[in-house]
Nanobody, 119 residues
Framework: QVQLVESGGGLVQPGGSLRLSCTAS????????MGWYRQAPGKQRELVAV??????DYADSVKGRFTISRDNAKNTVYLQMNSLKPEDTAVYYC??????????????WGQGTQVTVSS
């Protein structure tokens, strides 16, 4: 099994910053993609940012404000969120896809971390 542990959520004022982190552990042979999704109350889960090792992909709503990065040695993905807006309020989930030892693919979700942007 592959487990993901997230941290870094919280309450921040509009215009503020937060940094989320997510670390994968377990029987990992190789990680292909690491990404962040979010789900606001009453809405579907949506992609925020994803990294497959090349140029990251971002939702239009966060381009220029959020930055995804990876530390492959630590199996960790980060999401630096700047200039936060109230509409960024959501539960943020990390998602990691890759291959386990033995060659079987995996796709795992983190437990979610709440981000609230409010004055």
């Amino acid at each position: 099994q592959v487990q993901l542990v997230e941290s870094g959520g919280g309450l921040v004022q509009p215009g503020g910053s937060l940094r989320l982190s997510c670390t994968a552990s377990g029987s990992i042979e190789r990680i292909r993609t690491m990404g962040w999704y979010r789900q606001a109350p009453g809405k579907q889960r949506e992609l925020v940012a994803v990294s497959s090792g090349g140029i990251p992909d971002y939702a239009d709503s966060v381009k220029g404000r959020f930055t995804i990065s990876r530390d492959n040695a630590k199996n960790t993905v980060y999401l630096q969120m700047n200039s936060l807006k109230p509409e960024d309020t959501a539960v943020y989930y990390c998602n990691v896809k890759g291959a386990r030892r033995g060659g079987f693919d995996f796709g795992s979700w983190g437990q979610g971390t709440q981000v609230t942007v409010s004055s």
